[in-house]
C-alpha cells in the first residue's frame, strides 16, 4: 500500500475569508495588511487577492509598493479572530478525513490518507470531497497537493493554485516538479537558492539527476542527504523549513584584537542584521539570543537570554545583546571574537501564525 500525503492549503487565506463576508469585493483586486495611506503608509501585505497578485502583490511586500502597483486595489486591515474562527472549522472538517493529521499552521495541514486511499486515484476523489465540504461549508476554496511524502505534496499544492489539485506519485516526481526552480522546495528560499545555484543546481531536475555523492561533494552531507530525499521522495517525516536546524549563528574574529567596544558592538550590529535578515527570508522565529565573546588567550564565555515565545525582533534582540556586553566591558582584556547565536527555532509560517494567536490573545 503507498504512503499518500494530502497537502491542504487554503487560498489568500485572509482574503478570501474577507470575501466570503463582503461580496463588494469580488472579483476585485484585495489586499489584506497595513493601511498605505495612499502610498505613505508603513508595514506590509498580510496576503493580496488573486486579482492583486496580477499586479505583483505578494505577502510581505511593503504596503507603499503595493499601493503604486496596484493603486485601485482595496485595502483593507486584519481581522485576526475571524480567520481563526474559520481556521478552526477548517481543520475541524480535515480531522475527519483521517486520524494521520498535522497542521501546518492556520491555513494548511497535512493529511496521512494512506489507509483509506489503496492508489493516487482514489486519494484524487478524496481531495475532490475535502474541497467540495470546505467550499459548501466554510465558503472559501483550498489547494490540494497530493505526494509519496509531506514535502512533495506540500510542492505540489502550489502548482495549481487557487482552487486546484496537483498529483505526484513516486513514478512521475521528475516529469511533474523537474521543470520547476529549486526554491519550490520549502526551505529554500529567495536568498538561500542563491547557494544552489552558484553550484549549479537550479532546478529540481538538477537534483534528481546527480547522484548522491555528486550532491555530497556540492553541498556537504547533511543538505546532500535532505534535498536527495526530498526530490526522490525519501523520508516522509514531517516538513522541515529549515533542514531540521536548531539554531543560526554567525561570529566575527576580528583581525587584530581589540578593547574598542564602539567598533565591537558595530560588528555585533552587523551580525545581528545578517542573521535577521536570513532568518527573515526563511520565516524563522527563535526563542533564545546567544552572544560568545573571546578573550586575548581564547579564554570564551557565552551568555544567553530567552523570550518567552518565538520572535523575529531584530531590535530588541540586539538590545539584549548590548546588556549582555556590558557586563564584559570591565573586563581588562582586548576581545578577539564575538559571535551571535539564536536558537529554540521554530520555523516558517507556523509560528508566524502562532505569534498571531498570541497577538489576539493578548
Ligand atoms: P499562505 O498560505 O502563505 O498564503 P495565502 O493563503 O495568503 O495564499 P496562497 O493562496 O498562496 O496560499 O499564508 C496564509 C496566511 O498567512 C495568509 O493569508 C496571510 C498570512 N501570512 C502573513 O500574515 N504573513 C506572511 O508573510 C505570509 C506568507 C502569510
Ligand atoms: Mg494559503
Known sequence: MPVIILHVDLDCFYASVEKRDNLAYAGKPLVVGADPKGGIGRGVVLTASYEARKFGLHSGMPISRAFKLCPQGTYIRPNFAKYIAASKRVMAILKTYSASYQSGGLDEAYLDVSGRCASFTEAEALANAIKAEIHGTIGITCSIGIGPTNVLAKIATDLHKPDGITIITPDTIQDVIG????????????????????????????????????????????????????????????????????????????????????????????????????????????????????????????????????????????????????????????????????????????????????????
Request: glycine fraction near 8%; charge should be positive; hydrophobic fraction near 40%.
Open 179 to 362: 521543470g520547476c526552480d529549486i526554491s519550490a522546495i520549502p526551505g529554500i528560499g529567495k536568498k538561500t537558492k542563491q547557494f544552489y545555484y552558484d553550484k549549479g543546481l537550479m532546478t529540481i531536475n538538477d537534483v534528481f539527476t546527480s547522484p548522491l555523492p555528486d550532491l555530497v561533494f556540492l553541498i556537504g552531507p547533511r543538505a546532500a542527504k535532505w534535498l536527495h530525499g526530498v526530490v526522490h521522495g525519501i523520508g516522509g517525516g514531517p516538513v522541515s523549513e529549515h533542514h531540521g536546524r536548531k539554531s543560526i549563528s554567525k561570529e566575527r574574529t576580528f583581525s587584530e584584537d581589540t578593547a574598542d567596544y564602539d567598533f565591537i558592538m558595530t560588528k555585533l550590529r552587523d551580525l545581528n542584521k545578517k542573521l535577521h535578515d536570513s532568518i527573515r527570508e526563511k520565516g524563522i522565529f527563535y526563542k533564545t539570543v546567544t552572544l560568545k565573546i573571546r578573550f586575548q588567550g581564547f579564554e570564551t564565555f557565552v551568555r544567553s537570554q530567552s523570550f518567552t515565545r518565538a520572535v523575529q525582533d531584530e531590535a530588541k534582540a540586539f538590545a539584549i545583546i548590548a546588556i549582555m556586553v556590558d557586563a564584559f566591558k570591565k573586563d581588562t582584556r582586548k576581545v578577539r571574537l564575538v559571535g551571535i547565536k539564536l536558537s529554540n527555532i521554530e520555523g516558517g509560517s507556523r509560528s508566524m501564525q502562532k505569534t498571531i494567536l498570541d497577538f489576539v490573545k493578548a
